[in-house]
């Protein structure tokens, strides 16, 4: 099914742009998991990106067991991880979420709709990822630089 192929294809571009800016910009402490999990009704993926600061983009897909594409969603949250006293007591905050829907009413293949209509390619969603990532980034190191 074309939806499921796109949906791999958009965790695999995520997680090869993961690995190069983690050797491009050591700075930015880039480190990446990638799971999946055979369910049912819906078989899910996540994909993690951990940055400096806390920070953290987290990728979820979901995708019918069936050859459904009613029940496929793409989604990623940035978060923000409080630690407390010590290493097991992390709060995580969640800075922002994005959900999206495959659209197959294309003859490019499967772009992937946003709440308000907007469309993507699957390395204009990647590429929109990694930015609201590093805007999260430079947010709390400007926070962090003022106190």
């Known amino acids: 099914m074309i939806a499921i192929r796109e949906q791999d294809a958009l965790f695999d571009l995520i997680e090869d742009q993961a690995r190069r800016l983690a050797a491009e910009a050591p700075q930015l402490t880039l ?4 799971g999946e999990c055979q369910c049912f009704p819906n078989n899910t993926m996540q994909l993690t990106v951990q940055a400096r600061g806390g920070i953290k983009l987290m990728m979820d897909g979901t995708r019918p067991a069936k050859n459904s594409v009613d029940r496929a969603r793409c989604e990623f949250g940035i978060f923000q991880i409080k ?3 010590s290493e097991a007591d992390t709060k995580p905050v ?4 994005h959900k ?3 659209d197959l009413a294309v003859e490019s293949g499967v772009l992937w709709r946003d ?3 907007t469309k ?5 969603l990647c590429d929109f990822a990694f930015q609201r990532l590093y805007e ?7 926070e962090v630089s003022a106190h």
């Open 31 to 34: 480190k990446h998991t990638r």
């Open 83 to 85: 630690r407390d006293r």
């Open 94 to 97: 969640n800075l922002e979420t």
């Open 100 to 102: 999206f829907t495959p």
């Open 115 to 117: 709440s308000r209509g």
């Open 120 to 124: 993507y390619q699957s390395q204009q």
């Open 136 to 142: 999260r980034i430079e947010r709390r190191h400007q």
